[in-house]
C-alpha cells in the first residue's frame, strides 16, 4: 500500500500550458505539503494544509494553486506553465503538530517544460 | 532566517570507509532535526530523526548523528559505507511555530565506490 501517491509520475508539456498533479494519502494525516525540488536538488516548501486549510504559503508565483478537496488530497494546478517550473515536485503528509511531525514523501512528479 | 547549511556537497568514499556528513543550522529555538536520504530516482526517505532525550541517535541500515545543541549541528555517521548508500542526503530542520514545515539543506551527493 502507497502511502502519499502522486500521479502523473513525469509531466512534459509546452510552455503556456496549465497542468495539475495529484496527491492522496492514505496514513490519516492531518497535514499535507508541496514541496519543490530545482535542478541543483534543493527541497525548499511551496504550500501546507492542514484539514484542508492552507496554513502555509511560501513565495510562490500565484500560477502556482492549490486545492484541498478533503484532508486526504492536495492537488497542484500550475497555469501558463514556464521553463522554470521544470522541476521535481513532493507531496508529503504528516501527523498532527504535536504528535511526532515526520513528514512522509510521496515518490514524486518530474515536470518537464519545453 | 532560517537556514540549514551541508558543508560537503559531493562526497566519494570507498566500501568500507567511514563518512560524517556535516550538518549545521541557524538558531531559531526549538526544533525537530532529522536526515532523509533520497536514492537515484526515488522518493526521500527518513533515515533518522531527533526530538528531545539522548543527543545520539540511531537510524535505519548503520546510521546515526549526534545532536550537538551548543554547536547547532547534527551530523550524520556511518562506520563503514556500502556502495548501496550511494545516494542524495538531506539534513532537515522543523523549527517550532511554522508549522511543522520542513527546512531542507543544500543536500550531500554520496558516491561509495567498489
Known amino acids: 500500500d502507497t502511502a502519499v501517491s502522486q500521479t502523473p509520475k513525469y509531466l512534459v508539456t509546452q510552455m503556456g500550458n496549465d497542468k495539475s498533479i495529484k496527491c492522496e494519502q492514505n496514513?490519516?494525516?492531518?497535514?499535507m505539503y508541496w514541496y519543490k525540488q530545482d535542478s541543483k536538488k534543493f527541497l525548499k516548501i511551496m504550500f501546507s494544509y492542514n484539514n484542508k486549510e492552507l496554513i502555509i504559503n511560501e513565495t510562490v508565483p500565484n500560477r502556482f494553486s492549490p486545492k484541498s478537496p478533503d484532508k486526504a488530497h492536495l492537488n497542484l494546478h500550475i497555469n501558463s506553465l514556464e521553463l522554470g517550473d521544470s522541476a521535481v515536485y513532493f507531496c508529503a503528509s504528516s501527523p498532527p503538530t504535536g504528535a511526532f511531525t515526520e513528514a512522509f514523501f510521496g515518490q514524486g512528479t518530474r515536470l518537464t517544460v519545453v | 532566517a532560517q537556514s540549514v547549511s551541508q558543508h560537503n556537497h559531493h562526497v566519494i568514499l570507498s566500501e568500507a570507509a567511514s563518512l560524517e556528513l556535516g550538518c549545521n543550522y541557524s538558531?531559531?529555538?526549538?526544533?525537530?532535526l532529522f536526515w532523509y536520504v533520497q536514492y537515484p530516482g526515488q522518493h526521500l526517505q527518513l533515515l533518522l530523526k531527533y526530538f528531545s532525550g539522548d543527543p545520539l541517535v540511531k537510524g535505519i541500515k548503520g546510521f546515526e548523528a549526534e545532536f550537538i545543541k551548543s554547536k547547532f549541528s547534527f551530523n550524520l555517521r556511518k562506520p563503514s559505507v556500502q556502495w548501496s548508500d550511494t545516494a542524495e542526503y538531506f539534513c532537515?530542520?522543523?523549527?517550532?511555530?511554522?508549522?511543522?514545515?520542513?527546512?531542507f539543506g543544500t543536500g550531500t551527493r554520496l558516491q561509495v565506490t567498489l
Open positions: 496514513l490519516g494525516h492531518d497535514t
Open positions: 538558531y531559531g529555538g526549538t526544533v525537530n
Open positions: 532537515a530542520v522543523q523549527y517550532t511555530g511554522t508549522a511543522s514545515k520542513l527546512t
